[in-house]
């Protein structure tokens, strides 16, 4: 078993998409293993870290998630603008149950990170940001308005590296998206 460290990594990960699909849920169910029932809409921004290792290629690492909470309603906009900047990834979360909130992820958070997550466009060709998307409330099956095959295909428009569909409420895939992405952004520091 391998117990030695080979390296410690810190990533920068806003988490953005409407308000009410579920962005506090979700870093909570994954950092805290808790639900609330209770919507209580972030104001501004919060951050919460997590600390956990992961074995990848035989390896063991320490992984340093910094989420950015960022609120999703429009009156917080400036504010997002500035907290995307220096991101190591960005998590979109949208409901599956209403439609507005999968139509924004291309109209207008797609086009938030492009717009304000580099320090120059050149940076946005040559080095883009991973993006994970996440279709979250899969819980609620018999109100679900999105499908798989749909999430499937935004993910490609926006140049996703993964598509998942979760659930904050009963955990499901929660755990698997978090580790994905931590692969991912390993994956990009050992290529470095």
């Known amino acids: 078993m391998l117990d030695e460290l080979e390296a410690r990594y810190t990533f920068k990960i806003p988490i953005i ?3 009410a699909v579920g962005k506090t849920s979700l870093i909570h169910k994954f950092v805290q293993k808790k639900f609330s029932k209770e919507y209580k809409p972030t104001l501004g921004a919060d951050i919460v870290l997590k600390n ?11 992984i340093n998630f910094q989420f950015w ?20 990834a960005v998590i979109i979360v949208y409901d599956v149950t209403r439609l507005p909130s999968f139509y924004n992820v291309l109209g207008r958070w797609k086009e938030e990170i492009d717009n304000h997550a580099y320090e120059s466009e050149d940076l946005r060709e040559l080095e883009p940001i991973p993006l ?31 598509f998942i569909e979760t659930s904050a409420k009963t955990g499901d895939n929660v755990n698997e998206a978090f580790s994905i992405l931590a692969k991912v952004l390993l994956e990009s520091m050992i290529r470095k």
Request: aromatic letters at 10%.
């Open 132 to 162: 994970l998307l996440i279709g979250n409330k899969i819980d609620l099956q018999d109100i679900k308005n999105v499908s798989l095959d749909k999430g499937i295909e935004m993910s490609t428009k926006i140049n996703a590296f993964k």
């Open 69 to 88: 909470d960022i609120a999703g309603q429009s009156k917080w906009e400036s504010l997002r603008r500035r907290y995307l900047k220096g991101s190591s």
């Open 17 to 19: 998409g409407d308000y």
């Open 52 to 62: 956990f290792k992961i074995d990848f290629n035989d390896k063991i690492y320490e």
